[in-house]
């Protein structure tokens, strides 16, 4: 039997995306590309055993932010923000399974840009996001912001999370991001990284509460 997307070459493997049998050589050229591929698929994952997280050299410098500098002593300072910044972004992936990388760093990318604005001019800019998955990322992430500084005055009488702090830690996560993708279109392989961080039965927030955060790398 031939291949199902180019139906000249023999088809020696089920994909899940197309629900038939396909060559090899589709499967390589159409993976996260247009092919939508689910993470359980098992060609995907030996794909990605094979490709290691991008350097951040080799990507665009502009989209990374480089003016914010952040040191390990902010990210291990702040661990708690940063933990609870990725389970924002995880459940909004849970809510909705449509999502994909690039949705994820486009709102990453548009919170940090009103963030930058808001600390280097004092202006309350919010970056436009054009798409609804991206903004219902957007709000979740700043709902997570919001709720952190609320954690903060119900503890210590006041909040003491500064807005620079914010942007640095949004910095950083999109640099993850960026990293942990492939860069394809159709790309999960940062979400799939997030998801392995916090397992569904986890109660992420209560480990948070309970100082029992991670650190995520690039």
């Known amino acids: ?30 993976r996260e590309i247009t092919l939508d591929c689910p ?36 990210i291990y300072e702040h661990e708690h923000l940063l933990f609870g910044l990725n389970y924002a972004m995880v459940k909004s992936a849970r809510a909705d399974r449509g999502l994909v990388d690039v949705d994820l760093i486009t709102a990453l990318t548009a919170i940090t840009r009103t963030y930058e604005t808001l600390v280097n001019s004092g202006l309350h800019y919010e970056a436009p996001i054009a798409g609804m998955a991206q903004q219902a990322v957007a709000a979740e992430i700043q709902n997570m912001i919001k709720e952190y500084r609320e954690a903060e005055q119900k503890h210590a009488a006041y909040s003491r999370l500064r807005d620079s702090e914010v ?22 392989a940062f979400l799939d990284f997030l998801f392995a961080q916090f397992p569904e039965k986890q109660p992420a927030m209560a480990s948070l509460e309970g100082g029992g955060g991670r650190i995520i790398t690039p």
């Not at 350097?55 to 914010?68: E, G, H, R, V, Y």
């Not at 942007?167 to 999960?188: E, I, Q």
């Open 1 to 30: 039997m031939s291949c199902a997307i180019c139906e000249k070459r023999k088809e020696k493997r089920f994909c899940p995306a197309v629900h038939g049998r396909i060559c090899p050589q589709c499967c390589g050229e159409n």
């Open 39 to 74: 993470s359980e698929c098992v060609y995907l994952q030996q794909a990605r055993q094979h490709e290691r997280p991008r350097s951040l050299q080799d990507l665009d410098q502009a989209a990374l932010f480089p003016q914010i500098e952040i040191g390990e002593q902010f």
């Open 167 to 188: 942007l640095r830690g949004l910095v950083f996560l999109l640099r993850v991001a960026y990293s942990r993708t492939s860069g394809r279109p159709k790309s999960r």
